[in-house]
Antibody
Framework: QVQLQESGPGLVKPSETLSLTCTVSGGSISSYYWSWIRQPPGKGLEWIGYIYYSGTTNYNPSLKSRLTISVDTSKNQFSLKLSSVTAADTAVYYC????????????WGQGTLVTVSS | QSVLTQPPSASGTPGQRVTISCSGSSSNIGSNTVNWYQQVPGTAPKLLIYTDNQRPSGVPDRFSGSRSGTSASLAISGLQSEDEAHYYCAAWDDSLNGPVFGGGTKLTVL
């Protein structure tokens, strides 16, 4: 059974960089697209970006200037870095796997709350 | 402001059938398939329906989906108390080259 687990600091100061890692277990990171999704408290879901296991990326234009997503296939991990954060970036951050041949996200991490505050 | 439009709330009594609508545009629902997610508060979203009307393994056949034009809908028949959750529609958007989501519908089982 594939499992995803987000890890990283739960508190980030304004103007600093938010860094999260998603570790994939129970399956290989190869041959899949991997996404980051976030959900501000009490609000809906927002797609952040995705990365293919080969390293190809695509980012939400609203975050593109501040965003880097990378993959480490040797560790079965992919990571998110969001720079110059503000309170508006406070959210639960999820990592998720996109299905092969479809756009549905079939496996999700449990999510991690990141609060931006001084 | 979400790209896809859903009613903020829906409700029904046990055993009833309820539907949740999702409206988009030609760049998303009009040209790409729709997925639906169920989210119980405090937990991660769970894929409920993919490619308009396909159910992942383990999802009861009480849940069904459809798409027509730039709209889609999720139907839940034989409503049960454990169906109380938030439901989100999503579709690939050709302009974004990524998925867009609805604002979510909170389903209450009365």
């Amino acid at each position: 059974q594939v499992q995803l687990q987000e890890s990283g600091p739960g508190l980030v100061k304004p103007s600093e960089t938010l860094s999260l890692t998603c570790t994939v277990s129970g399956g290989s990171i190869s041959s899949y697209y991997w996404s980051w999704i976030r959900q501000p408290p009490g609000k809906g879901l927002e797609w952040i970006g995705y990365i293919y296991y080969s390293g190809t990326t695509n980012y939400n234009p609203s975050l593109k200037s501040r965003l880097t997503i990378s993959v480490d296939t040797s560790k079965n991990q992919f990571s998110l870095k969001l720079s110059s954060v503000t309170a508006a970036d406070t959210a639960v951050y999820y990592c998720a796997r996109r299905m092969v041949g479809a756009t549905g996200l079939d496996y999700w991490g449990q999510g991690t709350l990141v609060t931006v505050s001084s | 402001q979400s790209v896809l439009t859903q009613p903020p709330s829906a409700s029904g009594t046990p055993g009833q059938r309820v539907t949740i609508s999702c409206s988009g545009s030609s760049s998303n629902i009009g040209s790409n398939t729709v997925n639906w997610y169920q989210q119980v508060p405090g937990t991660a979203p769970k894929l409920l329906i993919y490619t308009d009307n396909q159910r992942p393994s383990g999802v009861p056949d009480r849940f069904s989906g459809s798409r027509s034009g730039t709209s889609a809908s999720l139907a839940i028949s034989g409503l049960q108390s454990e169906d109380e959750a938030h439901y989100y529609c999503a579709a690939w958007d050709d302009s974004l080259n990524g998925p867009v989501f609805g604002g979510g519908t909170k389903l209450t089982v009365l």
